[in-house]
């Protein structure tokens, strides 16, 4: 009788791997990847030599960290800048990176420095990673995704250095404005200031609010938003209907946040200020909520109405494609245009003289009854094992679930099944419940069968 011996084992380990991979779709892998991701982050973080002398080792705490860092959340029990060493802070940085351009697009990266093929099944998985309807062109579109990204991250490092040195002195102020651009371009809102500041500190700086701003709103647009617009400003083609709508919402919800944001903190948060600082500082606390996670005025301090505001624009969040969360930009404006047609009494949802199709209103549909589930559900749960109001509760899960990072505080008073259930929330969020719940469901065969209709009374 033969045994097999320590190298069989590991082939035969190594073939049921490859056996598990292939049968597994591309949102099932993207689930595996961005957890084994979070687990070997969170293992770094567990390292002495990721902690401060003093601050406690705690594997919980660097999951919570390392699932922040790749969901691109910002939400930290522990402050970034006091608790981690500068292992501990690259690490975050690099996970930061990863978690906004995703695994596959860093894997396509060296593939492609390596020189090794793009097989069809890595390009249906960075398709389903970037959010995009078809797989051509895709691995260009990760090519000028990874060079936009170093460019754009590089270029504002180097501004954030020359503000930073002043005061820091240049080491210290290159490494304050290479952090700190990577978060923001990636809508992380990780910062290293110390004491859970965050920006507090530069509310009428021009140079800091418009830098960090200008970056995590470019992240935010979605990779294709930024080819198109590369293309068009090189004379080629016209916008695409896509484009249209996220650049067309995006403007919206920009201005009418800065102006609800001036309106009802002009005496309370704002008060202080001058009159073009009150104009700043609402406008940055109008764009932080797409999923960006830095604040520049207390959250805590605001009003009530201001407090529900920002959690609907963290609800609605980025565009497809991009670093941000929530349920995008294009899933509330297919759900607005629909709305509208419905009104008018007419039978197709019609937008710039296009015509959205009934499969894209039924999945953007699916997206916000699946979305207020979840948020919904963590409120409530969060409200049983947390001691803190229903709107405290809200506005962390709804944080958690955009993936943006504000907190009124609640975070770093988390019991242990709190910091679970954020851990789980940003997860979905980053991923997206639609395409959670796609992974976990068994996919059966399409059938020409169809029941009879019947009508029933809603409304």
């Given at each position: 009788?033969?045994?097999?011996?320590?190298?069989?084992?590991?082939?035969?380990?190594?073939?049921?791997?490859?056996?598990?991979?292939?049968?597994?779709?591309?949102?099932?892998?993207?689930?595996?990847?961005?957890?084994a991701i979070i687990l070997a982050g969170a293992v770094l973080l567990t390292?002495?030599?990721?902690?401060?002398?003093?601050?406690?080792?705690?594997?919980?705490?660097?999951?919570?960290?390392?699932?922040?860092?790749?969901?691109?959340?910002?939400?930290?029990?522990?402050?970034?800048?006091?608790?981690?060493t500068l292992f501990g802070q690259i690490v975050i940085l690099a996970l930061i990176?990863?978690?906004g351009l995703g695994f596959m697009t860093m894997g396509t990266f060296f593939a492609i420095l390596l020189g090794r093929q793009i097989g069809l099944r890595q390009r249906l998985i960075i398709q389903e990673s970037l959010n995009q309807t078809d797989v051509a062109g895709i691995v260009r579109l990760a090519k000028y995704l990874i060079l936009f990204t170093f460019i754009a991250e590089f270029t504002f490092t180097l501004i954030l250095a020359a503000r930073w040195s002043v005061e820091?002195?240049?080491?210290?102020?290159?490494?304050?404005?290479?952090?700190?651009?990577?978060?923001?371009?990636?809508?992380?809102g990780f910062d290293i200031f110390g004491d859970f500041r965050s920006l507090t500190m530069y509310t009428e700086d021009i140079t800091v609010s418009l830098c960090i701003s200008t970056m995590f709103i470019i992240g935010g647009l979605g990779f294709s938003v930024i080819l198109d617009l590369f293309q068009r400003f090189r004379g080629a083609g016209r916008f695409s209907l896509h484009t249209k709508l996220v650049l067309s919402f995006s403007a919206f919800l920009i201005a009418a946040g800065t102006v609800m944001v001036f309106c009802l903190e002009y005496d309370n948060t704002l008060q202080n200020l001058s009159p073009a600082g009150k104009v700043l500082a609402s406008y940055f606390q109008a764009v932080t909520p797409r999923t960006a996670g830095f604040n520049t005025l207390d959250t805590g301090a605001l009003r009530s109405a201001t407090q529900f505001f920002i959690i609907i624009l963290m609800f609605i969040g980025a565009s497809p494609g991009s670093t941000g969360g929530g349920i995008k930009t294009t899933t509330f404006a297919a759900l607005v245009v629909y709305i509208r047609a419905m009104v008018k009494g007419k039978n197709e949802a019609e937008v710039f003289h296009r015509r959205l199709g009934q499969d894209l209103i039924n999945k953007a549909v699916t997206i916000l009854i699946l979305s207020t589930a979840l948020i919904v559900t963590v409120s409530l749960l969060l409200s049983i094992t947390e001691k803190a109001d229903f709107l405290t509760t809200l506005f962390e899960a709804t944080s958690a679930f955009g993936t943006v990072g504000l907190s009124m505080g609640l975070t770093t008073e988390l019991?242990?099944?709190g910091r679970i259930l954020i851990i789980l929330t940003m997860f979905l969020g980053r991923l997206g419940p639609l395409t959670v719940a796609f992974a976990m469901a068994r996919q059966k065969r399409r059938t020409s069968m169809r029941y009879p209709e019947e009508k029933i009374s809603v409304g």
């Open positions: 009788m033969r045994f097999a011996g320590s190298g069989d084992g590991a082939t035969i380990i190594e073939r049921l791997k490859k056996k598990l991979l292939l049968k597994a779709t591309p949102g099932q892998v993207l689930l595996l990847g961005f957890a390292l002495p030599a990721a902690v401060k002398p003093g601050g406690e080792i705690n594997f919980l705490t660097s999951l919570f960290t390392a699932t922040s860092a790749v969901c691109v959340t910002g939400l930290v029990v522990v402050d970034t800048g006091t608790h981690w990176q990863v978690g820091m002195g240049w080491q210290k102020g290159f490494w304050f404005g290479l952090f700190h651009s990577i978060s923001a371009f990636n809508n992380a019991s242990t099944a």
